[in-house]
């Protein structure tokens, strides 16, 4: 079986949510008192004596009661404040709502990047939560919020993000007129009022999204020079090894496969250990870094374990969210893209052959369909997890000995990657600390499944030698 997962402790993450649920309500608290003294500005204003509430306090005050409702769960009270907010009670009054809500769900979407979210593990956080509507409304508000920073300040991959969202800017014209131009879209089936009910829901959960670590710098902080430095990565190499991976996952000839498999780890084997050469030869400082990768269900355990089994090959390691489907590879950039790529072909490649097993029932004719598979997929990862080990230490070899042989003054690989080694281990410690509990191991309980898994991942050729021969 495989090393069991780092995760972080149910206990920890309840603490986390209480802390930074309480946070997000004071921030609220503090939103209304500003409003207090900024009329026509903000949530929940009491006027004093002789002066009349604007609408635009009304509105506000209503989206933060509405809020609060969901927070608490009282359904009447929610249900009152969504009718008043869809009543047209003035002419303005749409508009009013409209802006109010927008206001409420930037200063939301800023306060979870200032808690370590990113924009593509928002919008994923809500899809898996909520509907596409959610989805399509937390994207225009990470599209409007960006619009605020200079290109030249906002890190290459957090932009990539952002554009892979497909959002364009304010495409609705100003706040006011957000809500009247997602119905023209046809954004909204039920209506103003379920368009409404969407917003809220999609600020409640905003409102209350775990802490995570700090990946990315965050949009506005952000320079050239540093991106320079955090983003070595070869382009070109990188894309030869995504196609040739992408052809291994989609060829119906396992000999084929085999000769573009091994082809992609021969390159990367060499882009990283030749990216720590340079490294080590030119006196660059570089420090390990964190990326998190989405694990979903079904099967999300086995599928850590494979996740994990390709980090320590390379290397790196991982911290398991559980229950937002996160993992947290922490690792030197090379190494990082060399688990990334790895790792979503072999799950493809896992699933395909998965699949292709079909359905499973026992002798009375019940299903065990989710045991097979799961065993299948515990087996595969320990499997791998022996092949890459061997993989790893081969080409770590070839690469010491020709380092060796081609100058007596070159940086010795050895105790190099060693030292790299305790570096991802001092950043795991630094980031996360006592955070950290064990999760408990994932269990195998269908023999089929796991000979069949055994089986696919000897079918995964990882490196340029002889298909390793399968044992019972």
């Not at 300040?153 to 497909?166: E, I, K, N, S, Y």
């Not at 009910?197 to 320079?223: K, N, V, Y």
């Amino acid at each position: 079986m495989p090393e069991r997962i780092l995760d972080v402790g149910k206990a920890n993450r309840q603490r986390r949510l209480k802390k930074a649920t309480e946070r997000q309500r004071q921030r609220q608290r503090q939103h209304v008192t500003q409003a207090a003294s900024s009329p026509g500005n903000g949530a929940g204003y009491q006027p004093g004596p002789g002066r009349a509430t604007s609408e635009k306090e009304l509105v506000a005050s209503l989206v933060g009661e509405a809020a609060l409702a969901v927070c608490g769960g009282k359904q009447d009270a929610y249900g009152r404040c969504l009718q008043q907010l869809a009543s047209e009670r003035t002419p303005g009054w749409t508009r009013a709502v409209s802006r109010s809500l927008v206001e409420f769900l930037r200063l939301s979407v800023t306060a979870a990047w200032r808690h370590g979210w990113q924009p593509a593990e928002l919008a994923r956080h809500v899809g898996r939560q909520l509907s596409g509507t959610h989805v399509a409304i937390i994207a225009d508000m990470i599209g409007a919020e960006m619009r605020g920073y200079a290109a030249a300040t906002v890190d290459a991959r957090w932009a990539a993000q952002v554009a892979a969202l497909g959002t364009t800017g304010t495409w609705w014209g100003s706040d006011a007129e957000y809500l009247d131009a997602c119905r023209g879209r046809g954004l909204a089936d039920a209506g103003l009022r379920g368009l409404i009910a969407d917003a809220i829901e999609t600020l409640h959960m905003l409102q209350h999204l775990l802490l995570l670590e700090q990946l990315l710098p965050l949009p506005g902080t952000a320079r050239p020079t540093e991106q320079a430095r955090a983003e070595p990565a070869d382009e070109r190499l990188l894309g030869k090894i995504r196609a040739l991976l992408a052809k291994a996952e989609s060829t119906e000839f396992a000999e084929e496969a085999e000769a573009l498999s091994a082809r992609a780890q021969e390159l990367m084997a060499k882009y990283s250990i030749d990216h720590a050469l340079l490294a080590a030869e030119s006196g660059h400082t570089e420090e390990p870094c964190g990326r998190r990768i989405a694990v979903d269900n079904p099967y999300e355990a086995p599928k850590t374990s494979l996740l994990m089994t390709v980090a320590q090959a390379n290397r790196c390691r991982i911290i398991w969210s559980r229950e937002l489907g996160l993992v947290t590879v922490i690792g030197f950039p090379a190494d990082l893209d060399a688990v990334e790529l790895l790792f979503t072909s072999l799950l493809v490649q896992a699933n395909h052959a998965m699949l292709r097993a079909g359905a499973k029932r026992d002798a009375y004719g019940r299903s065990r369909t989710r045991a097979f598979r799961q065993s299948f997929l515990v087996s595969y990862a320990v499997r791998i997890g022996e092949r890459l080990s061997e993989a790893t230490g081969h080409a770590e070899q070839q690469a010491a000995e020709q380092q060796a042989t081609a100058s007596a003054g070159g940086k010795d690989l050895v105790p190099f990657l060693a030292a790299r080694h305790r570096a991802v281990d001092d950043a795991v410690d630094a980031m996360f600390g006592d955070k950290l509990t064990w999760s408990h191991a994932v269990r195998a309980t269908d023999a089929e499944g796991w000979h069949s898994g055994r089986v696919a991942a000897d079918m995964a050729s990882l490196h340029n030698h002889a298909a390793v021969v399968a044992t019972a």
